[in-house]
């Protein structure tokens, strides 16, 4: 085959990315139909709505004004009831709690994967549990489930975390898992506690996010095929970074195989890019294939315009990877559903 593109399925959108940006979208298109009250804004959005810089570019661009925190809205936005986005990744309870204190007009627009792991937070805390979390340090996401009970959610992000943990045999004891993680990168850190603590408990069902398990096999399977690998998402999302990190892992298993091609030029190698206009032709100097993916939180017209370059860079032939078809819905938030 000649240089080629070889393109992962699934990737881009999930479903509750794409109920989080249908949410704000639905409530600008309300408002442009004459219904914001002058003056303010149609609508707030606490944090961004998901992690992709170009998503939130482009609804601040329609009118959605982004805030860190409730406290900057205000008093009068509070009392015509300019609604607010709760954004994906979900808040804690201390943030609803302020919100209703100040009868703010609250759209929860938490991916109801989240919402699961909330749920079952309060359920173990009722049943007597201890929960350690593995999660990453400072992610909304994270932030948003130990704050359900912070007393009794031990977060952890790595297998070397485990040792400064402490519990007596008798503890009643669950382990629960950041969505955006994957089951690979999560297996070191639940062997270990497994070892330590052997009477730790799984909750029925996973936590892991059926997209961030899908994106992951697909790229491992894209690397494979692959001299490079080109993973469109933004810096700060979390499943994106990750498909790097595996389409890396994959390339690296690769070259490092007897039957390799040499790795020369760009061979071998993981990026990232918010968009095309961020890749190098450096990256592929010596490359016949290259593999294209995108996180949870991409839309796909970023992933449209990095094909095209790269077939301006002669990457004629287009190759599928197709691992599983996904159809998976969430609705839009009950808050909004009444409202309609």
Known sequence: MGKRIVLADPRGF????????????TILKTASNGTRPAGLPPVYVRRQIVHNRHVVEELRFQGAVFIE?????????????????????????????????RGLNVIDATC????????EVLRFVREG???????????EEA???????????????????????????DTKLVMLTQTTLSVDETAGTIAALQRRFPWIETPPSSDICYATSNRQEAIKKVAMLSDCVVIVGSANSSNSVRLVEVGQEGLDARFGSPDAPAKTG???????????????????????????????????VYVEGVVRALQGMG?????????????????????????R
């Open 69 to 101: 925190e409730l406290s900057e809205i205000p008093p009068q936005a509070a009392e015509a009831g300019v609604p607010v986005v709760f954004s994906a990744h979900g808040v804690s309870p201390a943030v609803k709690a302020e919100a209703e204190a």
């Open 14 to 25: 999930c479903a509750g990315v794409d109920r989080a940006i249908l949410t704000v979208q």
């Open 266 to 300: 760009g061979r071998g190698l993981a990026h990232r890019v918010d968009d095309a206009g961020e890749l190098d032709a450096s990256w592929f100097e010596d490359v016949d294939a290259v593999g294209v993916s995108s996180g949870a939180s991409v839309p796909e």
């Open 315 to 339: 990457y004629i032939d287009m190759q599928s990877v197709n691992t599983t078809k996904e159809n998976m819905h969430f609705v839009l938030p009950s808050e909004l559903r009444r409202q």
């Open 129 to 139: 549990y201890e929960i350690v979390y593995i999660g990453h340090q400072g992610h």
């Open 143 to 169: 932030v948003g489930v130990v704050g359900e009970s912070p007393e009794h959610v031990h977060l952890i992000e790595h297998e070397d975390d485990v040792c400064k943990l402490d519990f007596a045999p």
């Open 112 to 119: 109801p994967l989240v919402s699961k792991v909330h749920r």
